[in-house]
């Protein structure tokens, strides 16, 4: 094996999948396996055979349908979990046992019960069974974060004499900080004979937020394994992150340190993890997050488009992720606006873009993201505005309970202004009375229709509207926050083709 290699186990179809509300089927488990395989991971933990019907077939499942990593069981030290685990991998080209037991003083008094002297005896016991099915057996010291080092590195070394080849050790309560993890793992190093024919995981969980922290450490102290799951996912405050890892070792080479995860595939399966979970991931986690690559104010984003590197350490595309992360929000300004409409095809004069950025603000004001289908609206309103002979330059409306609606316009007819008032049954029909005021074209409405374009109450409102005139149907379009705007816009949009 070579020296600077980390091995990446992932486990998050076994720590992960028990989260409450996230167990998959077993058709899931294969398609996450498979993705798990396409990213390059080097163990895939399948699952705990003896613990259910279901788990038993989809490690059975996962063996036949998975070539490359390695496949792996999880058994409590106990002969009859070891029999199943070894029953369920009988088709995995490369199978391992992953077996253990509790080392802490808890888990030894108030778990298990027992004493250090038989702990240890279950430990090599087990050990030894295992090594009856496979070659290749890890060996867990469950709550080795709360071990005394010295009781730990005596395990440890009396499971490597039964055979171990792995030796993993679980923070299981995320319990330690990154300098004593480091040290319980060069403390094995520097005491367990044999430690260097054997590789040394690290399986940190997060329950203080160091689970990332804590497994950087091991591997710079020694560790060759990291047991980790997508998006962090795992029991309680979840387990280390797989992208995290990867990524930190990717992009701090003074390590020394690398993985063969192929980094472009981690963002679509942190994307398939939440989807098929259902478990979102948070909008600011590292990596994978909505926001990991997203900027919103405007010296950021002029920063960024200046020179990436100014504000992004990690070049958003080596993980997959392609979108521009320039964010239009009210607080963006006039380089990422021109940057977004150029990225959807639109390039426009600096008078004209300065007529689009005003609009922007304005929507941005009242909407919190602008998508690209806002701006093809504010773009396609600039290209139209130059051909259409009527425009809107004031609309003013009165309704609500109780009141007659009634609305006043002002047109801009080739560089006239003209002003009317009327009342209708509606705010929309007083204005389209007030238009025809001023715009006295024979044309009948045919059609009006209103469309929400995409989810919330803040977002824009299409309006389609169809006038016909001498046999002739002429059509108007607008878009606004504002409904009753882009009513009488798309009115205004129709009138002004009837000849
Ligand atoms: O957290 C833990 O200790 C575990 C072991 C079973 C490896 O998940
Ligand atoms: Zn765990």
């Known amino acids: 094996m070579a020296k600077d290699r980390v091995y990446v186990f992932d486990t998050t179809l076994r720590d992960g999948e028990q989260v409450p509300g996230c167990q998959l089927n077993t058709v899931e488990k294969i398609e996450v396996a498979k993705a798990l395989e396409a990213l390059g991971v080097d163990i895939i933990e399948a699952g705990f055979p003896i613990s259910s019907p279901g788990d038993f077939n989809s490690v059975v499942e996962i063996s036949k349908a998975v070539t490359n990593p390695i496949i792996c069981a999880l058994t409590r030290a106990v002969k009859k979990d070891i029999e199943v685990a070894a029953e369920a991998l009988k088709y995995a080209k490369r199978g391992r046992i992953h077996t253990g037991i509790g080392t802490s003083y808890y888990h030894i008094y108030h778990k298990l019960m027992s004493t ?3 702990i240890i005896e279950r430990a090599v016991e ?10 290749d057996v890890e060996f867990y010291a469950e709550d080795a974060g709360r071990t005394d080092n010295k009781f730990l590195a005596t395990v440890v070394q009396e499971v490597i004499r039964a055979g171990a080849t792995v030796i993993n050790i679980p923070d299981t309560t995320g319990y330690t900080l990154p300098e004593e993890f480091g040290k319980k793992i ?10 260097d024919d054997v590789i040394i995981a690290t399986h940190c ?26 998006n962090g996912i795992g029991e309680r405050a979840g387990n280390t992150s797989l992208e995290e890892v990867v990524m930190i070792l990717k992009s701090r080479k003074h390590l020394g340190l690398y993985t063969e995860i192929n980094t472009k595939r981690i963002y679509r399966t942190s994307r398939l993890i ?18 990991a690559f997203a900027h919103s104010s405007g010296i950021h984003q002029d920063g960024v488009l200046k020179n990436r590197e100014n504000y992004e350490i990690i070049d958003p595309k080596t993980v997959g992720v392609n979108e521009s992360g320039i964010i239009l929000t009210a607080r963006s300004g006039r380089a990422a606006l021109k940057h977004r409409l150029e990225r959807i095809g639109y390039k426009f004069s600096k008078e004209k873009l300065e007529h689009i950025y005003e609009q922007f603000i304005t929507l941005a004001d009242s909407k919190k993201d602008i998508t690209d289908d806002d701006l093809k609206i504010l773009a396609g309103k600039e290209v139209k505005a130059e051909e259409l002979p009527i425009s809107l330059l004031a609309l003013q409306v009165l309704s609500g309970k109780g009141t007659v609606p009634m609305a006043t316009v002002t047109l801009n007819i080739l560089g006239e202004k003209h002003t009317a008032s009327a009342t209708g049954n509606g705010p929309i029909d007083a204005a389209f009375a007030a238009v025809r005021q001023i715009v006295t074209k024979k044309a009948k409405l045919e059609e009006f229709l209103i469309q929400a374009i995409t ?28 409904i009753i705007t882009a009513s009488v816009e798309a009115f205004i949009d129709a009138l002004s083709q009837v000849q």
Do not use: C
């Open 455 to 482: 989810r919330g109450s803040d977002d824009l409102g299409k309006v389609h509207v169809q006038v016909e005139s001498k046999g002739v149907m002429y059509y108007g379009f607008s878009a606004s926050t504002d």
């Open 186 to 195: 060069k403390y094995l190093k520097d005491n367990v004979e044999g430690i």
């Open 205 to 230: 969980h997060n329950d203080l937020g160091m689970a990332t922290a804590n497994t950087i450490s091991g591997v710079i102290n020694g560790a060759r394994q990291v047991e980790v799951t997508i």
């Open 116 to 118: 250090p002297e038989g």
């Open 274 to 291: 939440s989807t098929l979970m259902r478990m979102p991931v948070q909008p600011n986690k590292a990596i994978v997050g909505r926001n």
């Open 126 to 135: 087990a050990v030894k069974y295992a090594r009856n099915f496979v070659d």
